[in-house]
């Protein structure tokens, strides 16, 4: 009734054997929405008979398949503000309800990080890479209550945000969930070149037939989650206290875990099709996460090179070096990957640092990135504390419909020896109802580690009794905090 989207990997099916040939798709308005809009990076048809005006029903063109399907189709009245960045026209649109959207400071906001993105690959030329498939890029955003996730695509991404996490006109500040869309945009911004461009050979071409398998998903997908919030500080939409918190975070994250331990971020990205993208209640101990440790491993591997060059070189100019040889010309008849087991050689030829032993420990094998260590010599420390709330439960909780449930029992916690379970609903804690997070936490908070308390659950339709001794609350939480300033050879240490 209100909008349409539509992905093109769901609508048209490729033609055997003619998958470079061009194409011309025709959209037409719906019954009774002549006054809709359409949103997209897909060119229009130049010179047809229906050549469709811009942001209008009718004829719109691909140079081939891929192409096809891979510019997302938004259609409506959202909300729309458009910028420039570089001389490169931008749009982002938003739809849903959405009272007060502050777009100016978003587009704004926006703006910065892109540019910053732009000059970090194209320091001279300043040039926008989706402008060879492209006149514009596409910020596609479907607003919801609790909505949150990207998806990128060569001259656009489809986003989902909360929308509590947009900016209010008048409104300051806009908080961390601000700031968590802006990590989004940044994020997906960037593989606009970094898996868009540059892509594992494997990728190259991508085979839509069966599943493609790559060890490097660490590097795709974990380097981007590191450079989004970095580029949060570089552009100046975040100050480094803020970077440090967010960063804090994600360490906390890879660490909450046993199963950082258990699979390598290589292991991880080979089994993406087989089990990441098929969780259960039980991955959260059984899986590592490529993007969140991979992040982990691009923080060490930079503080690294860094650290052995006298801050003459980064992890910057790897990625600047993969840019140059894979990415910059990759739609224009050279579509190389990069190689399986390149990334040794291509970080020595860009910075002249031997990370084999580095890569071997932390990306291919299971060991821990010694951050604190590596931090050291930026002039940040790193240290541990519990975490404010801890129910000395040991579990991840979910709370829907005045619900309290568990989505996760992490192994060896004191839920986990009690006998507790992924998917039980908590009732009551002492004879006392819980009726969500808040309620268990208060209720919790009265007793101290070692204590026995008795917790009701459903389990599917049984009320089910367990007595659970609290555990002590483990030092889980990062901190961050800079002790001295680093001096940096001219070159920021950000």
């Known amino acids: ?32 929405k002549n006054h809709w809009r359409v949103h997209t990076s897909l060119p229009e048809a130049s010179g047809h008979p229906l050549e469709a005006p811009r942001h ?3 004829m719109y063109r691909a140079p081939d398949y891929d192409a096809l399907i891979d510019h997302p189709v938004e259609m409506g009245t959202p909300q729309v503000v458009t910028f420039e960045a ?14 007060n959207i502050d777009l100016e400071r978003i587009a704004e906001d926006t703006r910065r990080i892109c540019e910053a993105q732009i000059a970090f690959f194209e320091p001279e030329t300043h040039a926008a890479p989706f402008l060879d498939s492209s006149e514009r890029y596409v910020f596609m955003t479907l607003v919801t209550g609790d909505g949150y996730g990207g998806l990128e695509h060569r001259s656009s991404t489809a986003l989902m945000c909360s929308r509590s996490d947009l900016p209010a006109r008048g409104r300051e500040p806009a908080g961390e969930g601000y700031e968590n869309f802006l990590g989004l945009v940044s994020h997906e911004y960037f593989h606009t070149w970094n898996v868009k461009r540059i892509k594992p050979a494997a990728f190259a071409p991508y085979d839509l037939g069966r599943e493609n398998h790559t060890q490097l998903l660490w590097v795709f997908e974990g380097f981007t989650s590191y450079y989004d919030d970095l580029f949060l500080l570089r552009a100046g939409v975040i100050d480094e206290p803020a970077y440090l918190r967010r960063l804090g975070k994600t360490i906390s994250l890879v660490h909450r875990g046993p199963w950082r331990l258990k699979q390598s971020v290589a292991e991880s990205s080979f089994d993406a099709w087989t089990r990441f993208y098929k969780q ?20 060490g591997l930079d ?39 390149a990334m040794p050689a291509l970080i020595h030829e860009a910075t002249g640092f031997d990370a084999t032993d580095f890569l071997a420990r932390h990306a291919y094998g299971r060991e821990d990135v010694p951050l604190a260590q590596l931090l050291e010599p930026q002039g940040l420390a ?23 449930t568990i989505a996760t029992v992490y192994e060896g916690s004191a839920a986990h020896e009690a006998g507790l379970s992924a998917g039980d609903v908590i009732v009551a804690v002492d004879g006392l109802r819980v009726l969500d997070e ?15 308390v008795v917790v009701h659950v459903f389990r599917r339709d049984e009320l089910r009794q367990f007595t659970v001794t609290l555990s002590e609350p483990g030092a889980t939480e990062c901190r961050l905090e800079r002790t001295r300033d680093v001096a940096a050879g001219g070159r920021s240490h950000a």
């Open 1 to 32: 009734e209100t909008h349409a989207f539509f992905n093109g990997t769901s609508v048209f099916l490729a033609v055997v054997g003619q998958e470079t040939e061009p194409c011309h798709v025709l959209l037409q308005a719906p019954p009774g």
């Open 56 to 58: 209008g029903f009718g």
């Open 86 to 99: 570089f001389g490169a026209p931008h749009e982002m649109v938003f739809t849903g309800v959405i009272p």
């Open 280 to 299: 259960d209640e039980n991955s959260p101990n059984a899986l590592v996460s490529y993007y969140s440790k991979g992040s982990l491993v691009a923080l």
């Open 303 to 341: 503080l690294a090179i860094r650290d052995a060059t006298g801050q003459a070189r980064s992890l910057d100019d790897v990625m600047r070096l993969m840019w140059q040889r894979y990415g910059r010309d990759f739609y224009r008849g050279r579509p190389e990957g990069v190689p399986e087991d």
């Open 382 to 404: 790193l240290t541990w504390q519990a975490p404010a709330g801890d129910t000395g439960l040991d579990v991840r909780l979910r709370s829907t419909a005045g619900q309290c």
């Open 438 to 452: 808040k309620s268990l936490t208060t209720l919790l908070s009265r007793h101290q580690p070692g204590n026995r």
